[in-house]
């Protein structure tokens, strides 16, 4: 409607265009001419033609959308985590047969609400399995069904707002610099939450109690809604100085203007990185692409700063604000990395972090990191690593299997009446212990270090990360592990049981299924698990489920008692899970870390068994890179 108002009321004063003036003229031809390039040429610099309100209007409009959906997260997680404290306040003295109420869901709409949403892939079955096109080309992983609403939210919006043009005026190169203005703008927002999603300390995930994998699935596709904006930004402009200077005069704008070259320059370095970050040369050169996505990231960011500073307008662009804020939080996130690297691992009385390299069956290696001072790890975290020799640039994310504190010396800790023992504690050291699996690169190098007899090396750790999901207050737990997934769960299994001796937890019932080609795999965790098994009190709450995929002979599989039970094959899970809920004991979660097919097989599982007459949760950890 606005745009018919205005061709109607251009019929008032019958005024003729630029053009069609000059048509009816009687100015020489040459002049003629160089009046139709001035109708051009403006329009390729500055903001002339730019609808800068309007851009404003939808910069603030796409924010609003963000936030607004982070609050909805934020007000959802909020209720979980009241109702998670309320549950464990309420259950953690009551025993199992009393924890009836919280068995049941107190919403009708729920189990649907999980099993068609929350809990959903985005198609039939298939979430965390990767995509495979051949052994060399992967495709990655689909979201699911709550993470294609939200991200088809974000680029819908981004589609309406970048292309709310007027689009019928009849100056093609006016509109070429709507363009222009509207997706630079819009460029530009999106990197202040493509940055936030980036960031390994970004203050979100403990708020919103938000995975990183999502924030980084996220991140992704933000990534690829800047380039696409930038590449429109960057082709409006050419169209515009190509009509008005022709190649030669655009090339040699390029060269000489900085506004102009640091643009293009950070334009050409999101398109290398938006090639670079394609799932098959992502995954097929993940560490090389994590060196370049570093390096252009940095250019992009210090080209686009040039860009807005130097534009020919008193103090820059209107978008050099953000841009300082972007640049700031970027650093802000890098400075943050090296601080917890400082504190982790460095220490004035006891030097810097060592780590123990032994070689394990299955190509596996189990690093313990001895850090020089105490550091809290709660179960379910993980942690970046790195090595002296091993590419030391290079940091990978690992679950932590296992923490063990050693008190230390200090006299006031020790003479403290009250609380000696845990002050001695914080006062001591912490070990952290991974168990990595040999695949190609990064870890492969590290095991052959191990074989070769290298069995200690300056290490550290940034971390730990994550840990949000706590079990404490569910009456049942249900933990799945594949391979070295058991690295995850077995971090549950200790503080469980301590919780459930001391009574400040509410579960009282856990299974562990745990998922592996042969016994070999059984000596990657043989201390911890000795020593679980030996704590106080543990059949009352432990139950363990090991099935094994390719037993050497059938006489590896026996059972040690009725809560250690082995298994040849692959677990029915549907079925296993449906037992599960017969003995059920209060709100059960069920987790799971593995491959991506078994994690698939465990979400459908719970999903088939949704109803009123349950509570199950549903956890998956993984990492989709």
Known sequence: ????????????????????????????????????????????????????????LFKDMLWWTLGIMALIVLAVRLFEIGWSKLRHVSAMSAPAARQNYWKKSQWSWMPSLKKNLMYAPLWRKRHNREIKLSSAVNMGTLPSRLHAVILGIYLISNMVYMFYEDWFQENRYSLAAEIRGRSGTLSLVNMVPLIIMAGRNNPLISMLKVS????????????????????????????????????????????????????FAATIALVILFFLALSPVRHAFYETFLSFHIVLAFITFAMTWVHCATASLP???????????????????????????????????????????????????????????????????????????????????????????????????????????????????????????????????????????????????????????QLDSYGHAVLFAGSTGITHQISYLKPLIEGFNNGTIATRRVTLVWIMRDTESLEWVRPWMDEILRM???????????????????????????????????????????????????????????????????????????DERSVVDFVEESFTW
């Open 1 to 56: 409607m606005p745009s018919i108002g205005r061709r109607i009321a251009a019929f008032g004063p019958l005024t003729p265009t630029a053009i069609l003036a000059l048509r009816d003229s009687n100015v020489p031809t040459e002049t003629k001419e160089q009046d139709a390039v001035n109708t051009i040429a403006p329009f390729s610099s500055s903001l002339n033609g730019v609808d800068q309100p309007r851009n404003l």
């Open 212 to 263: 990183f994998d999502t924030y980084n699935l996220l991140h992704r596709w933000m990534g690829r809604m800047v380039v696409i904006e930038a590449v429109i930004h960057t082709i409006a402009w050419a169209y515009v100085a190509v009509a008005a200077d022709g190649y030669d005069g655009m090339n040699a704008r390029l060269v000489h203007d900085s506004f102009l070259a640091s643009g």
């Open 315 to 469: 103090g820059g662009l209107p978008q050099l604000p953000w841009m300082m804020a972007i640049f700031t939080l970027w650093v802000g996130d890098r400075l943050a990395r090296m601080f917890r690297l400082a504190y982790c691992n460095w220490s004035r009385q006891r030097g810097i972090t060592e780590a123990t390299l032994v070689p394990l069956p299955g190509d596996t290696t189990l690093v313990t990191m001895h850090l020089p001072r105490y550091v809290d790890v709660k179960p379910g975290t993980h942690a970046y690593v790195r090595f002296m020799g091993i590419n030391p640039w290079e940091n990978h994310p690992f679950s932590i299997a296992w923490v063990e504190h050693r008190p230390g010396d200090d006299d006031e800790a020790i003479g403290e009446k009250e609380g000696s023992e845990e002050s001695r504690l914080r006062t001591g050291t912490t070990s952290v212990s991974f168990i990595i699996g040999a695949h190609s690169g990064f870890t492969r190098q590290l095991y052959n270090k191990a074989v070769s007899g290298s069995s200690r090396i300056r290490a550290a750790m940034e971390g730990p990360y994550a840990g949000h999901h």
């Open 536 to 610: 106080p009190n543990r059949r009352d709450i432990l139950n363990i489920r090991l099935f094994v995929t390719r037993p050497k002979n059938t006489k590896e599989i026996h059972s040690a008692s009725t809560t250690v039970q082995m298994f040849p094959g692959r677990p029915n899970i549907p079925t296993l899970l449906k037992k599960e809920v017969e003995e059920q004991v209060g709100a059960m979660v069920v987790t799971v870390c593995g491959p991506g097919a078994l994690a698939d097989d465990v979400r459908q599982a719970v999903r088939e068994i949704q």
